[in-house]
Structure formats: structure tokens, C-alpha cells
């Protein structure tokens, strides 16, 4: 931002915001009264002064009872608010405000502002186009970029503006003169580990050196990780040096429509107050530890071939095929006091249910099994495929969340020995537990996530360590011969 010299030294966030030669040359700040409460978020940051109105609003915000911010503003910020309440364009905003005020350094080496995202291209995407709109569409700002690449534009000024995937090596080395984190409570690295803490770790080195800010816009998520660790030791604290406002998503974007906001509320009482109140979601935590679970896995074993000597148990959770699921089968056998899993196969959508499920049979005779349990899904269709290649199916008696609370102990005692499959153990370190209204927990796969191979092969580990009464053949021939797949005993 060399030409514009002093003028761009004096100017504020809120300046620029109010500006059209600058940031208010974007279609999304014309008009800045569904902005408000965003405007005084960054006021605060910025250590700008407020109003008897905007302090108010910062009081409703942080439960602080005085405003007096650090003379430069606070070096560390939080805003913890629901979905759809536009925190990642202001995220975005932010970054692009500090690329164009930085001054140029005096051996002309880069800075950074750095954008951080999930390790999802979309999430990715998202960020980055948010912050390069304001370098496309604003012509005195489009002339200070020097260089556009695929995930950051250089500006004439030495400053970077880029986005990076939550992968803490990524950042190492890089000087920032701001950090900007969305959606830090759901940062996981590839292998589905939280990893928001470790991102934290990583980027405030960025900043020692340029006296830059580290903010964190995120919607909340379980009563736990970095994200409520900050809320928890700062929230409400006059004397605390990080500022951390909350906020439900309509408060701070009043365009959100009733009827959106009433549909949630009353689809999903419990998302609702988590997505779009922005509270943390309570009686929630991981199921299994991640160490547990690597003491399970049996190192470069993806599959094992039938034996004689072993009585194999099965599971099937089925699928459509013409959604997002896949259709999983896994199988198990007894080895001692263990359970061991020999098989989890998955077809993914889209596909052709009855070829799946003969294909399945055919994975099930190969163990010599004759029978298989799983879930509730289109019992008839699924129980009819099955019988027609000579298979019988029985609804488990125990639901998804019944069979994960079973696994549990099982898996922290060591009785259980996993496959090196990434895709089941990303699936296994996703499970979330929830305590119910009814008194009894709910076990499920995260937001965004998936569990088919996890219930699976929960289901046949389940069905493994079980040391009731099997199936009766006899009872299996006369079901198969009379095409009645769902009547009998069920497996386990």
C-alpha cells in the first residue's frame, strides 16, 4: 500500500469498513447496519472507543463490566457465535485489513496474514475467495497485488495474504502480522485427532516477532478443546488480556430469515442451540481415547483370510446406495478372551444394492457363515436380498448406540484387535458420546463425518466376544426355505 502512504497508516478497521475506495468497496458492507454488532466486535479488538450504546453491546457480549481495552487492543481474541452469522467473511476481512496496512519491512523479506481453515478444501475455498474479493473488486486495492497464486496473493507492500489447512508444520517458519483461526473447534488432522491445540501451539510463534494478533472466530461445539478452554478461563473477566465475545448467530446477522431459524429450532432442539445460539453442547465427549484405540491395532494388517479353526461373527450396515453411506459388512472371530476383526469391506454410493448385497453374501460364504445381523435399515429389502444368495438376516436386537457402549470397555481392557484400515479408525476416533433425556447415552458420528465401517465393525466385534447362544442351524434352513429372512432369533 505504498502509494497511499500516510493516509492508509491512519485508518482504521472501521474506516476502511465505512470506505468504498477500500473495504467498503465490497457489495457485502454497503450498507453496514446488519454489520452493527460486528462493527463493535472490531472496535474492540482494535482497543477503538465505544459509544454508551456500542459499550453496552460489548457488555451484553463478553460479560465484562468495564471497557477498557490494552492501548493497541488485544493481541488475542475469540468470538464464539452460531452458524450463517457471516464470521467467516469477517474472518476473512480482518486478514485482508492487516495485508494492506502492513509496512513494507526494511531488508523487504514477507510477512503474512495468514487465514487458517479446516483441513477441508471446501472450507478452504471459502476462506480464501472471502479475502480475495476485496483485492478483485475494489480497484485501489486490486492495483497493490503483485502476485496471485492458488492459495495467497502478494501485495506490493512485502505482505502476503494466504489460507492454510489446520496442519501445524504448514506454518512453521512463516512471521505474521496477524492470525486469523475459523472454525477452531472443529480443527481434526486427516486421521480425525483433534488438533485445535496443537494449531494454537503452532501459529503464536508466527506472531512474537511482529506484535501481530491471533483471532479466533469459531461456531462452539462439545464442552471441551481449545475453543472452550479459551471461553472458560477468559470469558466474562475484566482483567483477562484475551477478549472472547459469544453471541447467538441472528444477534449478530439479522438478515438470517424467522422461518430458517424456527425450522431449526424445531427439527433439532439440541443443533439449535449449539449452531445457532452459539452454545456449547453439554454431556457431549469423544468415546474411545485415541491411544486405546492404537493399542488395538494389530500394525499393517488390513485384512485376514478365513481359517478353519475360528467361528467367524458378522455384521451388516446397509445402505441405499443412492446416498452419502456405504454399504459395510465386517467380520470377526473369538481368540481367547479377544475379539479379533478379519474383514470390513464397504462399497460406496453410488451402487446397486442388490449386486452389493450378493457381493457381500459372497464375502460371507468365503467365512463360511450362513447367517448375519445388522441394522434396522429396509429390513424386508435387506432380509430379502439376503435370503435369495442363501444368507440369513436378522435385525440386531442392539441399536448403533448399544453396540458402541459395549465396544467401549472392550477396546480400553485391550480385548479387542483392530485392522490398520485409516478409514475405520478415523471413523472409531469420530464417535462422540451423548448423555440422552432419557437417562440412557447416545453414541453417533461427529458433524460432516461418517460411521458406516465403525458400526460395522462394532457390530461383528460385539457379536464375536458374545458367548450366548448362536443361531440354530436348523432354525436358518427352515427361515431360508421359507423366505422368511426377518422371523427368528436374532444373532446377538
Known amino acids: 500500500m505504498n502509494q497511499r502512504g500516510r493516509r492508509a497508516r491512519e485508518i482504521t478497521i472501521i474506516d476502511a469498513l465505512g470506505d468504498r475506495a477500500l473495504l467498503g468497496g465490497l457489495p457485502a458492507f454497503r450498507d453496514l447496519e446488519s454489520w452493527r454488532r460486528w462493527l463493535v466486535f472490531l472496535a474492540a479488538v482494535y482497543g477503538l472507543p465505544l459509544d454508551d450504546e456500542r459499550q453496552a453491546i460489548f457488555h451484553e457480549h463478553t460479560g465484562r463490566g468495564t471497557y477498557a481495552p490494552p492501548a493497541a487492543g488485544y493481541r488475542e481474541a475469540v468470538c464464539v457465535v452460531g452458524r450463517q452469522s457471516g464470521k467467516t467473511r469477517v474472518a476473512a476481512t480482518i486478514a485482508a485489513f492487516e495485508a494492506m496496512m502492513a509496512q513494507t519491512e526494511p531488508d523487504r523479506t514477507e510477512t503474512y496474514a495468514l487465514l487458517i481453515a479446516q483441513d477441508h478444501r471446501g472450507a478452504l475455498r471459502s476462506l480464501l475467495s472471502y479475502a480475495r474479493a476485496v483485492f478483485e473488486h475494489v480497484p485501489l486495492l486490486e492495483r497493490s497485488v503483485s502476485a496471485r497464486r492458488s492459495d495467497s496473493i502478494a501485495l506490493d507492500n512485502g505482505c502476503v495474504l494466504a489460507a492454510y489447512p489446520c496442519r501445524p508444520p504448514s506454518v512453521r517458519g512463516l512471521r505474521a502480522r496477524v492470525v486469523v483461526c475459523d472454525e477452531l473447534a472443529f480443527y481434526r488432522s486427516s486421521e480425525n485427532l483433534p ?74 432442539p439440541e443443533g439449535y442451540r449449539n449452531e445457532v445460539l452459539g452454545e456449547f453442547r453439554a454431556g457431549m465427549s469423544t468415546l474411545l481415547e485415541s491411544d486405546a484405540i492404537a493399542a488395538c491395532i494389530d500394525r499393517g494388517v488390513r485384512e485376514r483370510g478365513p481359517e478353519s479353526r475360528w467361528r467367524y461373527g458378522s455384521f451388516v450396515d446397509a445402505a441405499s446406495g443412492s446416498g452419502q453411506d456405504a454399504f459395510t459388512c465386517a467380520i470377526a472371530h473369538q481368540d481367547g478372551d479377544r ?14 444394492p442388490s449386486g452389493v448385497i450378493a457381493e457381500c453374501a459372497d464375502v460371507l460364504r468365503d467365512y463360511r457363515l450362513r447367517e448375519t445381523s445388522g441394522d434396522r435399515y429396509a429390513p424386508g429389502f435387506v432380509s430379502e436380498g439376503f435370503r435369495a444368495c442363501g444368507i440369513a438376516y436378522r435385525p440386531s436386537e442392539r441399536n448403533r448406540s448399544e453396540l458402541y457402549l459395549e465396544l467401549l470397555p472392550a477396546v480400553n481392557a485391550g480385548r479387542v484387535v483392530l485392522l490398520d484400515d485409516a478409514e475405520l479408525l478415523r471413523e472409531l476416533r469420530g464417535l462422540e458420546r451423548r448423555r440422552g433425556t432419557s437417562g440412557r447415552d447416545r453414541v453417533d458420528h461427529g458433524p460432516g463425518s461418517h460411521d458406516d465401517r465403525a458400526n460395522a465393525a462394532a457390530g461383528a466385534v460385539v457379536a464375536a466376544l458374545q458367548s450366548a447362544r448362536r443361531m440354530d442351524p436348523e432354525l436358518v434352513s427352515r427361515c431360508l426355505a421359507s423366505g422368511r429372512g426377518g422371523i427368528g432369533r436374532p444373532v446377538f
Open 339 to 352: 475379539a479379533v476383526l478379519d474383514v470390513v469391506r464397504a462399497w460406496r454410493p453410488p451402487f446397486n
Open 195 to 268: 488438533i485445535d491445540t496443537e494449531m494454537l501451539r503452532a501459529v503464536r510463534p508466527c506472531l512474537a516477532t511482529t506484535d501481530g494478533r491471533l483471532i479466533i472466530l469459531s461456531s462452539p461445539y462439545g464442552r471441551s478443546g481449545a475453543l472452550y478452554d479459551l471461553h472458560r478461563r477468559h470469558f466474562g473477566r475484566d482483567d483477562s488480556p484475551v477478549l472472547v465475545w459469544q453471541a447467538t448467530a441472528p444477534a449478530m446477522n439479522p438478515t438470517l430469515p424467522a422461518d430458517y431459524l424456527a425450522r431449526m429450532e424445531e427439527d433439532d
